[in-house]
């Protein structure tokens, strides 16, 4: 396996308020929200706890972990809000992947894991905003949502209610796949179309990220930006009895939205 990771503040934003993990067999991206520091503070709180559950919990199997993880990090977030009102109202997304026996994604919010084969790209989540909504149920379309002034109201996210749902896949990933773990500081400013040529284009994972966080940056950089990208390899993915296409896909969380700053 060959993998790399980048993280950008952007040409924009003061702080960097976006997380990441990579080691190979866990890897991860959080884009945290919230006042002042609060976003930092969601994202990197979200990634330890979820590293810490995965950690203390290898008895578990591998699906029921990661959305139990996922789970112990949203309830760490909204009681550290509850405790801490210069915390309070902050939240972030969460796009795990883990190899292990097969593959397995869990994911909140709108940062989007993608798949690359045979040189298309494919995505591996949905985003939980309302412009996603609104594309799925036919209101715009992809480009429309990519300007609209709604486009960062998001439906689900870490720390916003304890009654959280965790969207997770094992999607059958092989040897030659490539994928994209990212936040929405890519995606907001390059399409799939482009995200397709960069990362059939480039072969080397990290002159990849070096090359995805430039373009996003070229377009305005107005958003933290953060990559990781993973090429899989003969062995890296076993197969296990929970490796399979498909995997459950929840609705849409009821409650509040979010919005980001
Ligand atoms: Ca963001």
């Not at 092989?174 to 995606?187: I, K, P, S, Y």
């Amino acid at each position: 396996m060959r993998y790399a990771a980048l993280s950008d503040v952007g040409r924009v934003r003061k702080n960097n308020e976006d997380s990441w993990h990579a080691d190979g067999r866990v890897f991860v991206v959080a884009d945290g929200m919230g006042g002042h520091q609060a976003g930092e503070v969601a994202s990197s709180v979200a990634v330890e706890r979820f590293l810490g559950y995965d950690l203390e919990n290898r008895h578990l199997p591998p699906m029921k972990r990661l959305n139990e993880g996922i789970l112990a990090a949203n309830e760490l977030l909204a009681s550290m809000a509850t405790e801490n009102p210069g915390l309070e109202g902050m939240g972030t997304t969460f796009t795990a992947l883990v190899l292990e026996e097969g593959a397995f994604l869990g994911h909140v919010g709108d940062s989007r894991a993608y798949l690359l084969r045979d040189g298309r790209l494919t995505s591996l989540t949905r985003d939980h905003s309302l412009v996603a909504k609104m594309v799925r149920e036919g209101f715009l379309t992809p480009r429309q949502a990519r300007v609209h002034p709604r486009r960062n109201v998001i439906l689900r996210a870490l720390g916003m209610e304890r009654r959280l749902v965790v969207d997770l896949a094992s999607p059958d990933l092989r040897a030659g796949d490539r994928v994209l773990l990212c936040t929405d500081g890519l995606t907001s400013g390059l399409d799939d179309e482009e995200l397709e040529a960069i990362l059939a284009g480039v072969e080397d994972p990290e002159e990849c990220c070096r090359r995805l966080v430039m373009e996003a940056n070229a377009r305005g950089g107005e958003d933290n930006i953060t990559v990781v990208v993973i090429d899989l390899e003969e062995g890296d993915v076993p197969r296990g009895r929970a490796a399979g296409k498909g995997g459950a896909k929840a609705g849409e969380a009821k409650g509040r939205w979010w919005k980001r700053r």
